[in-house]
């Protein structure tokens, strides 16, 4: 698969749809299709704030390859220091395959298969994952204004 590029502009317009869709009507409690639109508007904002940092207006081919789905990469390169930081490794909840049972582990470059698929996160747990990207993303939405 391909890397496609994007504008800035595109990355700042998909990160306010897809917040706007991440945030569960009120009352109500996010579940793990709002958490992955959540992790998808957070990863948007990441990278338009990178764009703004580096003064370009396209995300290439080569800066998706380097960060792919990696937001801990992203903050990283952001330099925006320890106090806001995604988990480094997940464990999801084991499966059996042919009769034996299956660790799923990974870094947070999983996460948003675990929720695209319906998986559950167990360490962190998926409210856990929630919140640092809640705080990501109350940081984006400063550095956006």
């Known amino acids: 698969m ?17 917040s706007a869709v991440a945030m569960p009507p009120l009352g109500s409690t996010r579940k793990n299709p709002h958490r992955l639109l959540l992790f998808y508007a957070v990863e948007c904002g990441l990278k338009a704030v990178w764009l703004k940092r580096q003064n370009r207006a396209l995300f290439d081919r080569e ?5 792919g789905h990696n937001l801990r990469q992203v903050l990283k390169e952001l330099k925006v220091g320890s106090n806001l930081s995604l988990p480094e490794n997940l464990r999801l909840q084991p499966v059996i395959s ?5 660790h799923r582990n990974g870094d947070i470059a999983i996460l948003h298969q675990a929720w695209r698929y319906g998986g559950t996160c167990t360490a962190p747990t998926d409210n856990d994952c929630e919140h640092q990207l809640v705080a990501v ?9």
């Open 2 to 18: 391909s890397a496609v590029p994007f504008t800035d502009r595109e990355l700042m317009r998909a990160w306010r749809e897809l």
């Open 63 to 67: 800066d998706i390859d380097r960060t």
């Open 98 to 102: 042919n009769g034996a049972l299956q």
């Open 137 to 145: 993303w109350n940081w984006i939405q400063g550095e956006l204004k």
